[in-house]
């Protein structure tokens, strides 16, 4: 089903913009100096790992993650808590979308939504540290398993009249888990509108995504070169 994303400037988050709004029911407030959180972490088959961050509280409200590893890599970031807030909401696909390409928690911090931003990279490195101490028991079949599932494809690249666009598209077993554009259109809109295109993609796990207003003809380019990168998967 498709979702709707708000569209702000390049918030996706600046993906969208990064939210801010009300702590989620039954979330405390406090400070966002609370110490980095343990983990729960569960092993799937494959090789992949989800670890559940505990809760850190913000000033803006809690902030808690999902991360799905296959071996060491970060394949996907869902977010069980975060502020009820318009920059919050535009700020997260950015986050996640930089997880996905930096593959660590360094990544920038997303503007307007400092303390959501701050929250979230200290959860996911918690997430990062748990997934090395289950990896290390067992490398050979983490490392195995990953390669194994894992498989690039690039997408076609597709001429528009604002500039070339052309994605290239990893997937884990059937399962996209992280899109790279290796062609788009040199413009404000298009920049803002690549990380909402990807945060889309990942949460449908298709083409079928909607048109980012303001940048229809890159949103256009991009959904073509995807669907040419999944039929090529096979």
Not at 55 to 70: R, S, Y
Not at 133 to 141: E, F, I
């Amino acid at each position: 089903m498709k979702r709707a994303i708000p569209v702000v400037v390049l918030s996706i988050a600046g993906l969208v913009p990064v939210w801010l709004y009300q702590p989620s029911a039954g979330s405390s407030t406090v400070q966002a100096t609370a110490p980095a959180p343990s983990s729960s972490s569960s092993s799937g088959t494959s090789g992949t790992n989800v670890v559940t961050t505990t809760t850190i509280d913000t000033e803006k409200g809690p902030v808690q993650l999902q991360v799905t590893f296959t071996g060491t890599k970060i394949t996907a970031v869902k977010m069980l808590q975060q502020p009820d807030h318009p920059q919050t909401t535009a700020a997260v696909p950015k986050l996640i979308a930089e997880t996905l390409e930096a593959q660590s928690a360094d990544i920038d911090t997303v503007s307007g939504a400092t303390i959501t931003s701050e929250a979230y990279k200290e959860s996911l490195q918690a997430a990062i540290d748990d997934n090395a101490k289950t990896a290390s028991a067992s490398p050979s079949a983490s490392a195995s398993a990953a390669q194994e599932s894992s498989k690039t494809v690039d997408g076609t690249a597709v001429d528009t009249e604002k500039g070339t666009v052309q994605v290239q598209v990893t997937f884990e077993g059937d399962k996209i888990s992280a899109v790279t554009m290796l062609q788009q259109p040199n413009h404000p809109q298009t920049t803002a509108a690549v990380p909402k295109l990807i945060a889309e993609t990942l949460e449908a796990q298709s083409a079928d995504i909607d048109t980012v207003s303001g940048a229809t003809i890159t949103s256009d380019g991009y959904k073509e070169s995807l669907q040419a990168a999944i039929d090529a998967k096979g």
